[in-house]
């Protein structure tokens, strides 16, 4: 893959959910504690409210990360926006709200990182889910290099790749399908992302003889990520920040004056 058409050099590493294991996950106390530790790329998912606005949310209830409870889709963004994301994390931090994707974004090009972000459309709502977000990640990206947009959801993925042409987008399964290359050239993608246990030797040379990368979910155990590395993967998606170096990060991230360098 030819890293001027992803517009910044790939890491090894990513943030899964922000800041994996060390903050309230999808957060910007995340992002923060992310960049701090030299990171150059994080990983989060965005969900739409009932207004239609992209939020970052992994999964289609709010009881496990947030102090509500009931669906993403049926909360408005006013309701989210009172929302305590921190407090079931840890007592450190209570009062951590549930970040806009705008707020994300600002985030993200304050603290110099880049980012993988993953449509997470609740269901029936893929097309509009994978629409909203490409057009608001092209328009929170302009004037600098865009984030890699992934999906489990194919419909997702046509949605985005019809709303934002250009975007780069990323092919996202458990278990990579056998006609993958020919899904990648449907949606235009660059890299193929998949489930780290069960990665194969022999998609992983197709791949390499394609020049595509393969990014793999969710490693925390820095041998495993050693292994993965030596076998021709190109990137992990880590909780264990903390754990899993990115020997590939780019130095100079801009720092974040904001908190009075408070990590929450």
């Known amino acids: 893959m030819s890293e001027a058409r ?26 923060r504690i992310a960049a701090r530790l030299g990171l150059a790329a994080v990983e989060f998912d965005v969900m739409l409210s009932a207004d239609g606005s992209p939020w970052l949310l992994h999964d ?21 926006r009172r929302l305590d994301a921190g407090v079931r994390r840890h007592p450190a931090f209570a009062g951590e709200r549930v970040p806009t994707l705008a707020a994300a974004a600002a985030a993200c090009r304050q603290l110099g990182l880049h980012a993988n972000v993953e449509i ?10 994978g629409a909203v977000v490409a057009r608001q990640v092209q328009a929170l990206w302009a004037g600098s290099a865009p984030p890699l947009v992934s999906s489990f959801s194919e419909v997702a993925l046509a949605a985005a790749r019809l709303a934002a042409p250009g975007l780069p987008l990323a092919c996202l399964y458990e278990r990579v399908p ?14 193929l992302h998949c489930a780290a246990a069960l990665v194969d030797d022999r998609m992983l040379a197709e791949a390499r003889a394609c020049g595509v990368p393969v990014l793999c979910y969710t490693v925390n155990d820095p041998l495993l990520a050693s292994a993965l590395f030596a076998r021709g993967v190109a990137a992990v998606f880590t909780d264990r920040i903390d754990r899993i170096p990115d020997g590939n990060a780019a130095a100079g991230h801009v720092t974040d004056h904001s ?6």
């Open 60 to 80: 289609e209830t709010l009881e496990r990360t947030t102090d509500g409870a009931g669906r993403v889709c049926d909360a408005s963004d006013e309701r989210l």
């Open 6 to 31: 992803l517009g910044w050099r790939l890491p090894r590493v990513f943030a899964h959910r922000c800041g994996g294991a060390l903050a309230p996950e999808n957060s910007l106390a995340g992002l």
């Open 178 to 191: 056998a006609d993958w290359r020919v899904r990648m050239h449907q949606f235009g993608a660059l890299t």
């Open 120 to 129: 997470k459309p609740a269901a029936g709502c893929e097309e509009l889910t």
């Open 259 to 264: 908190s009075g360098g408070n990590t929450r």
